[in-house]
């Protein structure tokens, strides 16, 4: 189906992405948050046949790579954004804006779909973010963000398009790739495409010989659709992996995943069960649904990928993914 969201449109992007920008945010993040250590497992690699680097986003302050996105945005905002920011999540971006928030005195409104899961409701309000549930999916709650900005006169941050949120979750990936030369195939999970376009930007730059493949959930493919058709496309959000559950494209990062990515796969929910089993007794790491998408693609993916590198993006996993470490 072809939609373009008339909310989640890049209508107000300041700049292209960049490399450059990611090396800026490098900076800007490091006195707040010191690189993630990646760590590879034996018993994990006889398992899957081919030697595999975790990089343990999981240890984040807020528990996932987001933080990244939000100290970014943090150390780069306008005077106007300063006055108070709107902005829409599943979970983990609210997590970091709150975050980012707080420690830079900006107040954050997030509006979150009443599904979102209420380990990652109840993180945000802790943090001292402002919750709103509003809409099914995050399409529908994001025009409730810009309705709201409108009309308390705030900025609307668009958290896929946003360039401050696509450097700052490219460090992850930067990290990674100058500390790990021998990757061969990097598996990056897609949700709004913001971490993978990162990704395909720091490969690049740094790493031009390395495959980088998104993965997305079979039941949530809105990123896959309109990386495959070229167009901005919607989709069900059917998956429990919520991060990966965004209902539609993003422009910014479609236009960088396009002509960057090697591959997108898609898995399916019992796939990413396994996964989370997998990384919880292989790599002694509890993860969340969407945190697990880069290991669960690499399983499934047909090619022989040699040395794998993939981020364990987020481990915020809520009751029903710690049930499903034991089924
Ligand atoms: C843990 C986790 N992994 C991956 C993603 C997908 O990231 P992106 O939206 O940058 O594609 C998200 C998004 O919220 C997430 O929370």
């Known amino acids: 189906m072809r939609h373009e969201s008339p909310v989640l449109t890049p209508s107000a992007v300041r700049s292209a992405p960049s490399f450059d920008g990611i090396l800026a945010a490098a900076e800007a993040i490091r006195p707040v948050l010191p690189p993630t250590p990646a760590w590879s497992y034996p018993v994990l690699d ?54 980012a928030g707080r420690s830079a005195g900006v107040p954050v409104t997030i509006v979150m779909p009443t599904s979102a899961p209420a380990n990652k409701v109840q993180a945000v309000r802790a943090l001292g973010g402002t919750v709103v549930l509003e809409g099914r999916t995050m399409a529908e709650s994001a025009q409730h963000a810009v309705a709201l900005a409108e009309r308390k006169g705030l900025f609307f941050l668009n958290p896929g398009n946003e360039p401050a949120i696509i450097h700052g979750h490219g460090t992850v990936y930067l990290e990674l790739l100058r500390d790990h030369p021998e990757i061969e195939t990097l598996y990056v999970p897609v949700g709004s495409g913001s971490g993978a376009a990162g990704a395909v930007m720091v490969r690049d ?79 002694h790491t509890l993860c969340e649904g969407a945190g697990v998408a880069g290991l669960a693609g690499a399983i499934a993916d047909t090619r022989r990928p040699g040395v794998v590198g993939f981020a364990c993006t987020g481990g915020n996993a809520d009751a029903d993914e710690i049930r499903a470490l034991s089924g």
């Not at 899957?48 to 990244?68: D, L, M």
């Not at 997108?264 to 997998?278: K, P, Q, S, Y």
């Open 205 to 283: 730059a740094i790493a031009p010989h390395v495959r980088v493949v998104g993965v997305q959930a079979a039941g949530a493919p809105a990123a896959y659709r309109s990386w495959a058709s070229g167009r901005i496309e919607s989709a069900p959000s059917d998956t429990f992996a919520s991060g990966l559950a965004t209902g539609t494209g993003f422009a910014v990062p479609q236009s960088i995943l396009r002509g960057g990515l090697d591959d997108f796969l898609l898995v399916t929910e019992g796939e990413l069960r396994d996964a989370l089993r997998i990384m919880a007794s292989d790599a």
């Open 46 to 99: 006889a398992r899957i046949g081919s030697h595999i680097v975790v990089k343990h986003e999981n240890v984040q302050p807020i528990g996932a790579f987001k933080v990244r996105g939000g100290v970014t945005l943090a150390a780069a905002r306008t005077p106007d954004e300063r006055r108070g920011i709107v902005t829409v999540s599943t979970g983990n971006h609210a997590q970091s804006m709150a975050f």
